[in-house]
């Protein structure tokens, strides 16, 4: 079995060594910046993971690993622009080094270029592994899409948010595991439990960083504070307040959201979220569905021993506060 450290530092030798077209140089230059900007290469990794949990072969399920990683950051590059972003990663973005126009280009090609990696998996499995793919990369576009309509809706339901967490960012880590799964040779059964492990944990993940925006040290978070509260972004906290205020606190917040005070305002609206014990019932949400997840892991017919590596890996990232 493979350590998740191990199976990141085969994905960091692997990007470097992909062979990109070299003319347009500005179509094809801003991938090979994004893709070599680091990160923590965990939804590859979990294809590898996924691979390895059911005893398949790592370099077999490279490529799908390497298109997942591909797709992922075809969607910064976008999320970027939309987002008018000026650093990813401590670095300047695609579109502030490129120009917007080709840095939606280059985005585009991204996608070609993950098919290309699929391409490479072993046609046994190939139909299988596209289907699940383009289901996934389907389902992330889905949810940015409701992210962005939820901006300028009032009348978002923790149920819609819950959705469109699961569209954004779960469907892509259980995609990922059902990638490796399939390529391992895993039956339908197994590869349905390995998916419903990744979406509902990646669901928890979601509602940990909720909470943590708002509750976490920004030195071990390594993000903005409070950025949430600052943008009036709809978050489960945020939600869960708005079903539970009185009527005074219910007009007290909606006055936070066009206080341009910011302190003041992280600090009104941080005391409503302790007043109503957000915080935990937002804890409660997330070990809910962190439960779904570890039941379906249980269900999985692999010893103990074989399941070290993706429990550690939970682990970790659900405790990210500590």
């Given at each position: ?13 692997a990007?470097?060594a ?68 000026p ?14 126009n080709?840095?939606i ?17 072993d046609s ?24 962005m ?6 009348d ?32 339908e059964?197994e ?12 669901i928890?993940?979601?509602?940990q ?13 390594g ?11 709809k ?59 570890f ?28």
């Amino acid at each position: 079995m493979y350590t998740t450290s191990e199976l990141q530092q085969i994905i960091e030798k692997a990007i470097p060594a992909i062979e990109y077209p070299k003319h347009p140089k500005d179509l094809y230059e801003p991938i090979t910046y994004i893709m070599n900007l680091g990160g923590k290469r965990l939804r590859p990794a979990l294809v590898l993971i996924a691979a390895d949990l059911f005893n398949g072969d790592i370099d077999e399920a490279l490529p799908a690993a390497l298109a997942i990683e591909t797709f992922h950051n075809f969607t910064l590059i976008h999320d970027d622009i939309m987002d008018n972003a000026p650093l990813r990663r401590g670095k300047t973005t695609v579109h502030e080094k490129w120009g917007t126009n080709n840095a939606i280009l280059s985005g585009d090609v991204m996608m070609v270029e993950a098919n290309k990696q699929l391409a490479k998996v072993d046609s046994v499995f190939l139909k299988d592994v596209l289907n699940t793919f383009n289901a996934t990369a389907q389902g992330v576009c889905e949810g940015q899409q409701l992210d962005m309509e939820y901006e300028t809706r009032d009348d978002v339901s923790i149920s819609a948010y819950i959705e469109m967490i699961r569209l954004k960012t779960a469907v892509l880590v259980g995609g990922a595991m059902k990638l490796g799964a399939i390529i391992a040779g895993a039956d339908e059964y197994e590869r349905e439990l390995i998916y419903q492990f990744g979406e509902n944990l990646g669901i928890a993940f979601q509602l940990q960083d909720d909470i943590l925006d708002v509750f976490g040290d920004p030195e071990k978070f390594g993000k903005q504070i409070a950025g949430d509260i600052i943008a009036n972004k709809k978050t489960f906290l945020l939600l869960k307040l708005q079903e539970l205020a009185n009527e005074k606190d219910a007009n007290k917040l909606k006055l936070q959201f066009v206080n341009t005070d910011l302190k003041d305002k992280i600090g009104q609206i941080t005391a409503l979220y302790e007043h109503y014990k957000i915080r935990d019932l937002a804890a409660e949400e997330m070990k809910t569905y962190l439960d779904k997840a570890f039941t379906a892991l249980e269900k999985i017919q692999v010893a103990p021993t074989q399941k070290a590596t993706l429990i550690q890996l939970s682990n970790e990232l659900m405790n990210r506060e500590h």
